[in-house]
Protein backbone atom coordinates (compact mmCIF):
# COMPACT_ATOMS: atom_id res chain seq x y z
CA UNK A 1 0.00 0.00 0.00
CA UNK A 2 2.60 2.65 -1.24
CA UNK A 3 1.99 6.23 -2.56
CA UNK A 4 5.33 5.94 -3.91
CA UNK A 5 6.16 6.27 -7.67
CA UNK A 6 9.26 4.48 -9.33
CA UNK A 7 11.55 6.49 -11.11
CA UNK A 8 9.32 9.71 -11.24
CA UNK A 9 10.24 11.33 -14.05
CA UNK A 10 10.94 8.61 -16.60
CA UNK A 11 8.78 6.84 -18.80
CA UNK A 12 5.97 9.19 -17.36
CA UNK A 13 3.53 9.53 -20.70
CA UNK A 14 3.52 5.51 -21.25
CA UNK A 15 3.33 4.95 -18.11
CA UNK A 16 0.10 7.18 -17.60
CA UNK A 17 -1.14 6.03 -21.17
CA UNK A 18 -0.81 2.63 -19.74
CA UNK A 19 -2.78 3.31 -16.43
CA UNK A 20 -5.63 5.11 -18.34
CA UNK A 21 -6.27 2.05 -20.47
CA UNK A 22 -6.58 -0.09 -17.73
CA UNK A 23 -8.67 2.67 -15.60
CA UNK A 24 -11.00 2.30 -18.59
CA UNK A 25 -10.96 -1.19 -19.01
CA UNK A 26 -11.30 -1.75 -15.26
CA UNK A 27 -14.58 1.23 -15.37
CA UNK A 28 -16.01 -0.07 -18.13
CA UNK A 29 -15.99 -3.90 -16.25
CA UNK A 30 -17.59 -2.42 -13.31
CA UNK A 31 -20.38 -0.65 -15.11
CA UNK A 32 -21.55 -3.81 -17.02
CA UNK A 33 -21.10 -5.59 -13.18
CA UNK A 34 -23.40 -2.75 -12.09
CA UNK A 35 -25.75 -3.69 -15.31
CA UNK A 36 -25.98 -7.24 -14.16
CA UNK A 37 -26.44 -7.28 -10.33
CA UNK A 38 -29.80 -8.67 -9.55
CA UNK A 39 -30.00 -7.57 -6.04
CA UNK A 40 -32.43 -4.92 -5.24
CA UNK A 41 -30.10 -3.49 -2.16
CA UNK A 42 -28.90 -0.37 -3.65
CA UNK A 43 -25.61 -0.96 -1.47
CA UNK A 44 -24.91 -4.17 -3.09
CA UNK A 45 -26.12 -3.25 -6.69
CA UNK A 46 -24.01 -0.01 -6.69
CA UNK A 47 -21.54 -0.51 -3.88
CA UNK A 48 -19.61 -3.49 -4.68
CA UNK A 49 -18.81 -3.11 -8.25
CA UNK A 50 -17.55 0.71 -7.12
CA UNK A 51 -15.15 -0.93 -4.22
CA UNK A 52 -13.69 -3.13 -7.32
CA UNK A 53 -13.79 -0.99 -9.98
CA UNK A 54 -11.37 1.13 -6.69
CA UNK A 55 -9.52 -1.76 -6.33
CA UNK A 56 -8.57 -2.28 -9.85
CA UNK A 57 -7.72 1.57 -10.01
CA UNK A 58 -5.27 0.96 -7.50
CA UNK A 59 -3.72 -2.28 -8.65
CA UNK A 60 -3.28 -0.40 -12.09
CA UNK A 61 -1.55 2.53 -10.25
CA UNK A 62 0.77 -0.11 -8.52
CA UNK A 63 1.46 -2.29 -11.71
CA UNK A 64 3.02 0.79 -13.25
CA UNK A 65 4.92 2.00 -10.45
CA UNK A 66 6.16 -2.43 -10.22
CA UNK A 67 9.71 -1.81 -10.50
CA UNK A 68 10.39 -4.55 -13.69
CA UNK A 69 6.94 -3.38 -15.13
CA UNK A 70 8.15 0.47 -15.12
CA UNK A 71 11.14 -0.22 -16.40
CA UNK A 72 9.94 -2.07 -19.38
CA UNK A 73 7.80 1.09 -19.99
CA UNK A 74 10.49 3.31 -19.24
CA UNK A 75 12.46 1.41 -22.66
CA UNK A 76 8.98 1.20 -24.10
CA UNK A 77 9.42 5.49 -24.49
CA UNK A 78 12.64 5.54 -24.74
CA UNK A 79 12.67 3.59 -28.52
CA UNK A 80 9.59 5.11 -29.40
CA UNK A 81 11.31 8.60 -28.81
CA UNK A 82 14.03 7.16 -31.02
CA UNK A 83 10.97 6.07 -34.29
CA UNK A 84 11.41 8.65 -37.24
CA UNK A 85 7.72 9.36 -37.58
CA UNK A 86 6.72 10.10 -41.27
CA UNK A 87 5.17 13.54 -42.43
CA UNK A 88 1.60 13.68 -43.23
CA UNK A 89 2.33 14.18 -47.22
CA UNK A 90 4.83 10.84 -46.65
CA UNK A 91 1.76 9.16 -44.75
CA UNK A 92 -0.78 10.43 -47.11
CA UNK A 93 1.27 8.71 -50.18
CA UNK A 94 2.39 5.57 -48.65
CA UNK A 95 -1.22 4.49 -47.40
CA UNK A 96 -2.32 5.79 -51.12
CA UNK A 97 -0.26 3.34 -52.49
CA UNK A 98 -1.12 0.35 -50.24
CA UNK A 99 -5.16 1.06 -50.52
CA UNK A 100 -4.45 1.28 -54.77
CA UNK A 101 -2.13 -2.28 -54.36
CA UNK A 102 -4.68 -3.97 -52.46
CA UNK A 103 -7.82 -2.96 -54.79
CA UNK A 104 -5.34 -4.03 -57.76
CA UNK A 105 -5.10 -7.32 -56.40
CA UNK A 106 -8.65 -7.94 -55.12
CA UNK A 107 -9.72 -7.34 -58.83
CA UNK A 108 -6.61 -9.51 -59.59
CA UNK A 109 -8.20 -12.54 -57.89
CA UNK A 110 -11.17 -11.80 -58.65
CA UNK A 111 -10.33 -12.26 -62.34
CA UNK A 112 -8.75 -15.35 -61.82
CA UNK A 113 -11.73 -16.67 -59.72
CA UNK A 114 -14.42 -16.06 -62.81
CA UNK A 115 -11.72 -17.08 -65.13
CA UNK A 116 -11.46 -20.06 -63.77
CA UNK A 117 -15.47 -20.74 -62.92
CA UNK A 118 -15.87 -20.49 -66.78
CA UNK A 119 -13.53 -22.95 -67.65
CA UNK A 120 -14.18 -25.53 -64.88
CA UNK A 121 -18.00 -24.95 -66.16
CA UNK A 122 -17.09 -25.51 -69.54
CA UNK A 123 -15.31 -28.97 -68.67
CA UNK A 124 -17.86 -29.81 -66.28
CA UNK A 125 -16.61 -29.93 -63.13
CA UNK A 126 -18.70 -27.36 -62.02
CA UNK A 127 -22.48 -27.56 -62.71
CA UNK A 128 -25.02 -24.40 -61.94
CA UNK A 129 -26.09 -23.31 -59.03
CA UNK A 130 -29.66 -24.49 -58.33
CA UNK A 131 -31.95 -22.76 -56.38
Not at 23 to 33: E, R, T
Not at 68 to 81: G, K
Not at 117 to 127: E, F, M, P, W
Amino acid sequence: LQWSVYKKNQGRITRQVTFAATAIVVAIGGWQLSMYTLSQNEIIHAGIPTLLVLAGWWIAFRLVNLPSFADFLIAVEAEMNKVAWPSRTELVRSSLVVIFTILFLAATLFAYDVLWKIVLSAIGVLRGATP
